[in-house]
């Protein structure tokens, strides 16, 4: 039959078995399958299987964002150290499921007595009761802050995916941009050329050299700017999917998409970034273990360290001593009202924490909405609005040069600003599709609407591919060129940036060279041309208005009611190629006439030409 002693020390020993037993391993894997599996059910997949092979096969390819996502995953060092919170989390799991290590204690005592048979001895061993006590209380706790730590993983990887969706974007505008500002430098670089020859022959005045070079070397500095802006856009990426600098011969997948037909309603957005923000999930699950921390620490303030154990001695006349043992810190001078505020103080930022992250949660959702909407509306307008007019401009002052109302400069003019029209855009489309990933992020789920096929993606190069027009024909988008038509300065003349602008019905004809020595002529003086053989139907004797001064580089003519089909260099001109079935009305194309044209039988007289003039012989009234 036990005693008591024996029965106490037995029953120890079978809850001691018992919780053993039922103690927590090491967590699988550290819960990552957890972690993908919730990222996945939020449109966000994480690799698995042979990465490395997975890898090589997206590189291989052109980049695309869910591609350049892959990777990042994949390789990105944060992700391994955001990883790493798991294993802190699954040891603090595996502990908390584990009383300490019992204690053994030993001891021989020598006695002075001479009567004594031996020494002392004293053996025992003893273990927490109190761990004993609260192991599942605390395998809870533990269980909580491994689930927190998950969603907080699964968190930083959905943050990385938005980051590299939003480089990825970044680069591809600036790419494009990049390829914009290369025309606009261009035909910016022609225009200047075409002035230095205009002022070697004397056209214009030094102002107007000094003001085209001018441009031209703005427009270099802006594609040196776009071009830094590409390149320090594609390193970011390189960075975020984590490739060395060495690596960066991958490519890009097209350009930018259109931005998309309908867009998500912001109720929605708002509930589905309350169902499904990870890190507003593993801030509540955070809160709600504290709070279960902070009950049991307030209960159980006054329950000291208690330990438990078995007792053995050997008294020096040589009897023996065996029994259980019990030692408990008595709450006398520490009631553990420390342990208790700490425990309140940490739930109180537990909480803080938690409504921060709603708080964020609702106006960055309202916010990166109301951005997304801008963004779009503001691509909108420069499609159906700024863009149409800018090519209705370039069209016009195509017909214009055709006619020799305006001269090369105009034209080149109006073709920059068609170009910046396409930055704009372009610029508007990136900033869209940026503000969308940053909506993701708000989310913390891919955008219902994401599920839309892009109808159409923007390219700069396809941008600048001249466009057909009814009637005329000579007017394309990005670029003129002006085939058979020669002008002053410009023999040989490379014009990059003008091409595509067909001038047709101006084959043929031919504005000479002025002679080397009357190139020395003022350059503020427009010049002028004589048409000798012209009759007048009105003798009026007094000089007219004067007219706006006609564009140095095109001297303005009044040829209307002449007879052109004799003028040197007009050949073939008489059908106007290209004019024909168009219902030109002289409102519509107006005629600039120089105030000093010399008309033989004209009562006044102009001042004599200071520039080349053109004789133009043959015209009949």
């Known amino acids: 039959m036990l005693t ?32 993908a599996a919730a990222t996945a059910a939020r ?23 869910d591609s350049a996502i892959t990777l990042a995953l994949i390789h990105n060092p944060a992700v391994r150290e955001t990883a790493a919170r798991l294993g802190f989390a699954a040891a603090d799991v595996y502990d908390a499921a584990r009383i300490a290590n019992p204690v053994f204690t030993a001891s021989r005592l020598v006695s002075t007595d001479p009567a004594a048979v031996s020494a002392q001895i004293g053996l025992g061993i003893a273990f927490s009761f109190t761990d004993l006590l609260f192991i599942h209380a ?113 490519t890009m997948a097209g350009g930018l998409p259109a931005p998309l037909g309908n867009e998500d309603s912001l109720d929605d957005l708002q509930k589905l970034a309350t169902d499904c923000r990870l890190d507003i999930a593993a801030a509540r699950k955070n809160a709600e273990a504290i709070a279960s921390a902070y009950g049991l620490e307030r209960n159980t303030r006054l329950l000291g360290p208690i330990e438990v154990g078995f007792g053995y001695e050997k008294e020096t006349d040589g009897s023996r001593l065996r029994g259980p043992t019990l030692s408990w810190a008595l709450p006398i001078f520490n009631w553990g009202s420390g342990r208790v505020a700490r425990a309140k103080a940490e739930l109180d930022q537990a909480e803080a924490t938690l409504s921060a992250r709603e708080l964020d949660a609702s106006n960055y959702v309202q916010a990166a909405h109301a951005a997304v909407l801008a963004a779009k509306t503001l691509a909108e307008r420069y499609r159906t609005q700024l863009i149409p007019q800018r090519e ?34 372009l610029k508007a489309v990136r900033d869209y599709w940026i503000a969308r990933a940053e909506l993701t992020r708000a989310v913390g789920h891919k955008l219902p609407s994401s599920d839309q096929a892009a109808t159409t993606v923007l390219d700069a190069q396809q941008l600048t591919v001249p466009k057909s027009t009814d009637g005329m024909g000579h007017m394309g988008h990005m670029g003129h060129s002006m085939k058979g038509m020669q002008m002053p300065g410009m023999e040989g003349m490379d014009m990059k940036g003008m091409e595509g602008m067909d001038m047709s019905g101006m084959e043929g004809m031919e504005m000479s060279q002025p002679d080397g020595d009357k190139a020395e002529a003022k350059p503020e003086v427009a010049p002028k041309a004589g048409h000798s053989g012209h009759s007048t139907t009105k003798s009026s004797g007094t000089r007219k208005p004067p007219a706006k001064k006609a564009t140095p580089s095109m001297p303005s003519m009044d040829h209307s009611g002449h007879d052109m089909s004799g003028m040197k260099g007009m050949e073939g001109m008489e059908g106007m190629e290209g004019m024909e079935g168009m219902d030109m009305p002289a409102e519509e194309m107006p005629i600039k006439q120089s105030p000093e044209l010399d008309h033989e039988g004209d009562s006044s007289k102009s001042a004599p030409a200071k520039t080349p003039t053109s004789d133009h012989e043959g015209h009949s009234p």
């Not at 020993?13 to 391993?25: E, F, W």
């Not at 370039?394 to 170009?419: C, D, P, S, T, W």
């Open 392 to 425: 209705a401009v370039v069209e016009q002052a195509g017909r214009e040069l055709n006619f020799m109302l305006i001269g090369a400069f105009e034209v080149i003019q109006v073709k920059q600003q068609e170009y910046d029209a396409y930055a704009g855009y």
């Open 138 to 250: 605390r395998s809870r706790f533990a269980e909580a802050r491994l689930e927190a730590a998950k969603l907080e993983v699964g968190s930083a990887a959905m943050g990385l995916a938005s980051d590299v969706e939003t480089a990825w974007y970044r680069l591809a505008g600036a790419e494009q941009t990049a390829t914009l500002r290369g025309r606009v430098s261009d035909a910016a670089e022609a225009s200047a050329t075409l002035a230095q020859r205009y002022f070697d022959a004397g056209n214009i005045n030094k102002r107007e050299l000094a003001a085209e070079r001018a441009a031209a070397a703005q427009a270099q500095l802006d594609l040196l700017s776009a071009q830094a802006d590409a390149q320090a856009a594609r390193s970011a990426l390189n960075r975020l999917m984590g490739l060395p600098a060495s690596q960066t011969s991958w």
């Open 4 to 35: 008591k002693p024996q029965a106490v020390a037995r029953c120890a020993s079978a809850l001691l078995v018992t919780t053993l037993v039922g103690c927590a391993s090491l967590p699988q894997d550290w819960g990552r399958a957890d972690v």
């Open 43 to 65: 449109g966000r997949p994480l690799p698995s299987g042979d990465t490395q092979s997975l890898s090589q096969q997206l590189l291989s390819q052109p980049l695309t964002p």
